[in-house]
């Protein structure tokens, strides 16, 4: 069972043990059956030269050891074990090249494939990709994990109830792009906040001192702004800003609206930005999130994503489907303490931005079930 285990480790403790306990349910389907369980997952990214403590997975053995009440044997070479879970699969670079006798070795461990890895959907690494086509012919099956996570996704595309509101965030604006784009047209609003916002801001002439800008995007930005102004989506963008020299807490800030003057970042969307998007997602019967309005991890930066989100869990109290995007706006919902008020969080950063993108996995496709 290939499940995405990277998990955030500080000084060898998990900080945060979401993707182990919802894997939990396809583990103890297996387990409840009489199976045995051979599971792999990467940790981070080590070099692919060989063991380093740092990513061990060992840490994830043990607290999934403490959340099934049952051993769990972090081995390479353990065949008898009830539950083993290989050591990190990037400690070979194999697994990102995709290298096919690294797979074979990996698919001799198994009579069944279980793909439960849904944080790991867009990555075509071996245990992705050449595992099941090296067990073609046996059972190669989509956990329960990746099925729900596929289906909450996809559904909110497709079938989205009216008004659909698209809340996209976080500090690059290259990596939201092929989601915008791909939304112009299926959604009713797109909010941007984030640093992202500044590239477009730009774009369109406006002062923004010395906010993240990502000056090889301004004629993509362009093209976008003009492409939503064809479309029946409208694509908002904040006026005004919490702003500060630097980004460190206690700093100096002034709240901006319109142009940002010389020396000074845009570090959150302000007040009446925030008003104004909380109006629109209020509204909203479905909401998908993908990334943060401001630096929320620091005060007073995460006024604007505080806002939004409990706006998103207004409108869910309310009746709406809320999707949140992992990575980034997990952990802001996560550090306000919102996380039982939206319908579905994903496990999934990168794979879920590649479903709002509209883009299918290779990775899926090899698996026998339709999900
Ligand atoms: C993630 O957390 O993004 C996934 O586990 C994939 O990891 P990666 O971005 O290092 O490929
Ligand atoms: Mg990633």
Redesign the pocket.
Known sequence: MRV?F?VPIKDGVITDDRRIRMALPSINSVLNRGGTLTLMS?LG?PSGDGFEEAFSLSPVAKRLGELLGKEVICSDEDTTSEIVLIENLRFSDGEKNGDAAFAKNLAEKGDIYCNDAF??AH?NHASMVAVPEAMAGKPRVAGLLLAKELKYLDEAITTAKKPFVAVLGGAKVSDKMGAIENLLGKVDTILIGGAMAYTFLSSSGEQIGSSLLEQNRIEDALRIIAAADESPTSLLFPTDHVCAKEIKEGSEIQTVVGSIPDGWMGLDIGPETSDRYAEVVRNAKTIVWNGPMGVFEMYPFDAGTRIIAEAIATATDAGATSIVGGGDSAAAIASFSLDSKMTHISTG??ASLQMLEGNAFFSVSKLDDSV
């Open positions: 995405d990277n990467h990214r944080g790991t990555r950063g990168g």
